[in-house]
């Protein structure tokens, strides 16, 4: 079992920056696939991006359409800790995100919620205008 804990949630205003952090007990191993995911109030989780390392190609990290820039995915390598650093909110942005690990390899799909094995409790984000 792998525990993921998110923290760095809080209300901004439209424009402003938060950093989200994912901590995993068990090793900075169990960090090495991984997924961040949100879900506004009436919607469904949606893939916000992913991070991981593929033999004979390196380490990869994706992002979803609607970020444009504005957020970075980044990690610990000493602590396992993954971050996302948020830019540039819109009340668009407000929803609870949720961190992801799959340490037993890559995703097929790195946008499928299905394809990883263990999730945080999320922390709430919220942008007002």
């Known amino acids: 079992q792998v525990q993921l804990e998110e923290s760095g949630g809080g209300s901004v205003q439209e424009g402003g920056w938060l950093k989200l952090s994912c901590s995993a007990s068990?090793?900075?191993?169990?960090?090495?696939?991984m997924g961040w995911f949100r879900q506004a109030p009436g919607k469904e989780r949606e893939f916000v991006s992913a991070n991981g390392w593929l033999s004979g190609r390196g380490s990869y990290r994706y992002y979803a359409d609607f970020v444009q820039g504005r957020f970075t995915g980044s990690k610990d390598a000493v602590t396992g800790t993954v971050y996302l650093h948020m830019f540039e909110l819109t009340p668009a942005d407000t929803a609870t995100y949720y961190c992801?690990?799959?340490?037993?390899?890559?995703?097929?799909?790195?946008?499928?919620?299905?394809?990883?094995?263990?999730w945080g409790r999320g922390t709430q984000v919220i942008v007002s205008s």
């Open positions: 068990g090793g900075s191993t169990n960090t090495n696939y």
């Open positions: 992801a690990a799959r340490p037993r390899g890559p995703p097929r799909n790195y946008r499928d919620p299905d394809e990883y094995d263990y």
